[in-house]
DNA sequence: GTCTATAGAGTGATAGAC
DNA sequence: GTCTATCACTCTATAGAC
């Protein structure tokens, strides 16, 4: 049997884009048969739920990816700090210095965050915990770290908010320059 | 003249929780007209350029309430600290301390945002441009209160994000606690 | 008759499910 | 591709206040 079938990451990566520009309610089948190529019975073979079950698969795939690229490096560095820098570094080339939305943070703002409550938790959850868990290893007392990744994370969403309404990458690199400050991080470290 | 109409504010009122809700995309008219009570001929009566024309209104409509209960107080105090604070005090209740999401937030993070880039744009940057000026004569040197302003700003859009994403209220009081600390306002003041 | 506000049948297009 | 439901929207008809 041939398969021309696409490589899963490339097909969630593309139908992940089509959400993120237009929204749960905004991303046809139509927009994502067209984006991936697939025509619906396709994309009814790979994703039996239909639309709920593709944007469960994406969110999954985003989570994956923060958890190899952003939450690992939190928990895994045996240096605190820099672990926090490259979760910095690896979100800035994710949301590419606000170019990108996210798309998680979208879906808690609107009725979908109904649907998919858990896994928008889940989401940002870990990310609080595993930046103030750092944090605390860094010397931070428990409740100020929590506080201080709370502030964080919050600051990098509102500045992916900002920046999109601005149309400004300038205010996405002048929060991650506002984080590395409070969070502890030497410019050039 | 008898009116039975309904008062616009009240009626663009309602119309903005459908909004609020279901997102741009997801609030259909059947959803406004059950909301507000009025069937189409009504709703097109009012809004000729049809649900486009009711979210720039519904815009339009925030964007007065912030003029004059968050804008105005951050221009007009004669101490520049006491509006900053009143500005806090009226966000923390028009968000509800987090319970409810910034419309105009999330129409800047989907695709809606093309439609109404100017208007939330105004909005946004009316926001910073008048608390970086009230820090500024609060003694700030005006570089850093802009970068003061956008901080706060970006904060509060990002706490409203996670605190839906949380369900937690305690997210959005947190960080205006945050906010007041960072911008220089003795708690209690 | 005119103006404002109302209701809702009916349009073609397109939605998501299968 | 086929299905039905629903989309945004148009249009006609209607009401009562001037």
Not at 116 to 122: D, G, M, R
Request: aromatic share 8%.
């Amino acid at each position: 049997m041939r398969r021309i079938a696409p490589d899963r990451d490339q097909l969630l990566g593309i139908v992940a884009e089509v959400f993120r520009e237009h929204g749960y309610e905004g991303a046809s089948l139509a927009l994502i048969g067209e984006a991936t190529g697939l025509g619906k019975g396709s994309l009814y073979h790979f994703f039996p739920g239909g639309k709920e079950e593709m944007a469960r698969a994406v969110i999954a795939h985003i989570d994956a990816w923060f958890e190899d690229n952003v939450f690992a490096p939190l928990r895994d560095s045996t240096d605190p700090m820099a672990g926090i820098e490259t979760m910095l570094a690896a979100t800035d080339s994710y949301f590419r210095s606000g170019r990108r939305v996210c798309l998680i943070g979208a879906f808690a703002l609107d009725e979908s965050r109904d649907l998919f409550a858990s896994q928008i938790w889940n989401y940002f959850g870990r990310w609080v915990t595993h930046l103030a868990d750092a944090l605390a290893r860094g010397g931070h007392a428990p409740a100020e770290a929590l506080e201080l990744a709370e502030e964080a994370v919050a600051a990098i969403q509102g500045a992916l908010t900002l920046a999109r309404a601005a149309d400004d990458t300038g205010v996405f690199s002048r929060a991650l320059r506002r984080a590395r400050m409070r969070l502890g991080i030497a410019p050039g470290d």
